[in-house]
């Protein structure tokens, strides 16, 4: 019994032996053929090619915010109906009737965020005030 299992290891065993030698291999190699010299310019940071200006701390406008958290949560609502129709012949109708419901409520809530101007980009202004509220900045 011991044996058997000796045998059903040693794949397993030498694939770990060759991953270790690759990787030594290629430290080695880039020891070898690497940079010998540091110049003023090896550590300074860029990114594609683009040396950086200025500092790291800059403020974002919230736009950006906003479409990216738009993004995570309708590419959510894209791994939800691609396992429904993945098991799309086990759920029937019922499975049917739910999706054209989740499927509902996402297209209502893209029509608030377009209405809402939650989408716009540039100056924000609130919608449904009137000109009085707008200059004196009371609200009802």
Same mark, same amino acid.
């Given at each position: 019994?011991?044996?058997?299992? *000796?045998?059903?290891?040693?794949?397993?065993?030498?694939?770990?032996?060759?991953?270790?030698?690759?990787?030594?291999?290629?430290?080695?190699?880039?020891?070898?053929?690497?940079?010998?010299?540091?110049?003023?310019?090896?550590?300074?940071?860029?990114?594609?090619?683009?040396?950086?200006?200025?500092?790291?701390? /800059?403020? /974002?406008?919230?736009?950006?915010?906003?479409?990216?958290?738009?993004?995570?949560?309708?590419?959510?609502?894209?791994?939800?109906?691609?396992?429904?129709?993945?098991?799309?012949?086990?759920?029937?109708? *019922?499975?049917?009737?739910? /999706?054209?419901?989740? /499927?509902?409520?996402?297209?209502?809530?893209?029509?608030?965020?377009?209405?809402?101007?939650?989408?716009?980009?540039?100056?924000?202004?609130?919608?449904?005030?009137?000109?009085?509220?707008?200059?004196?900045?009371?609200?009802?």
């Amino acid at each position: 019994m011991e044996n058997q299992y *000796a045998n059903e290891i040693w794949p397993l065993a030498i694939y770990f032996g060759m991953v270790i030698m690759l990787v030594v291999t290629m430290l080695a190699l880039s020891w070898v053929l690497g940079q010998k010299r540091r110049e003023a310019a090896t550590n300074d940071p860029f990114e594609s090619g683009v040396v950086s200006v200025g500092g790291s701390q /800059i403020r /974002i406008s919230v736009e950006f915010y906003l479409v990216a958290i738009f993004f995570v949560i309708f590419d959510l609502e894209t791994l939800f109906i691609f396992a429904w129709a993945v098991a799309f012949f086990e759920l029937g109708w *019922a499975g049917y009737l739910s /999706i054209t419901v989740f /499927i509902g409520v996402l297209v209502l809530a893209l029509v608030y965020q377009c209405r809402s101007g939650a989408l716009e980009w540039g100056n924000k202004t609130r919608t449904g005030l009137r000109e009085d509220q707008l200059t004196t900045g009371e609200s009802t």
